[in-house]
T-cell receptor, first 108, second 113 residues
């Protein structure tokens, strides 16, 4: 069992739909990161969470430390949101362990 | 422009020929790290550095070396590359272990034949 698991692996949505990507981890963490990998391969940091909830534009990230679970939500999805979304758990000493990623495709 | 610069972007080399992938950042970040990305395995951390002269192993350090002699540079060295090191490599930097997230380089696609 991987230390960080994401679901679903693949997600197809219609433009405008509300999207949720889930991340569960089995290790103690100091923070949880959400990343976006563009179709061209570039990687961008979206959020760093150690508790609660953060919002940036149409993106919302939440974390429940007790349940070892985080979610990334996209409201009013758009085709430009199509990308791979990756969660990463930061453990002791700043090691990062990654989920396998969720491939999101938003159709117009 | 704040950025992490990796070079080269693409590299094809032969087994056993030492190579270095460079990584440089202009944001005065303390934290730098190397990752490899492989189909079906996702991203995995190779090495990271919390500051100058401080480096630590990630999940897959075997076959790699790093050094952090200056704050801005964090080269990845493959002393004797093998085909199983064919991969897409990313360097990233962050302020204070990534409190504001990380800035990633554009990636280096390495093929070892």
């Amino acid at each position: 069992k991987n230390e960080v698991e994401q679901s679903p692996q693949n997600l197809t949505a219609q433009e405008g739909e509300f999207i949720t990507i889930n991340c569960s981890y089995s290790v103690g963490i100091s923070a949880l990161h959400w990343l976006q990998q563009h179709p061209g391969g570039g990687i961008v940091s979206l959020f760093m969470l150690s508790s609660g909830k953060k919002k940036h534009g149409r993106l919302i990230a939440t974390i429940n430390i007790q349940e070892k679970h985080s979610s990334l939500h996209i409201t009013a999805s758009h085709p430009r949101d199509s990308a791979v979304y990756i969660c990463a758990a930061r453990t002791s000493g700043s090691r990062l362990t990654f989920g396998e990623g969720t491939q999101l495709t938003v159709n117009p | 422009e704040a950025q992490v610069t990796q070079n080269p972007r693409y590299l094809i080399t032969v087994t056993g020929k030492k190579l270095t992938v460079t990584c440089s950042q202009n944001m005065n970040h303390e934290y730098m790290s190397w990752y490899r990305q492989d189909p079906g395995l996702g991203l995995r951390q190779i090495y990271y550095s919390m500051n100058v002269e401080v480096t630590d192993k990630g999940d897959v350090p075997e076959g790699y070396k790093v050094s952090r002699k200056e704050k801005r540079n964090f080269p990845l060295i493959l002393e004797s590359p093998s085909p199983n090191q064919t991969s897409l490599y990313f360097c990233a930097s962050g302020r204070d272990r990534g409190l504001d997230g990380y800035t990633f380089g554009s990636g280096t696609r390495l093929t070892v034949v």
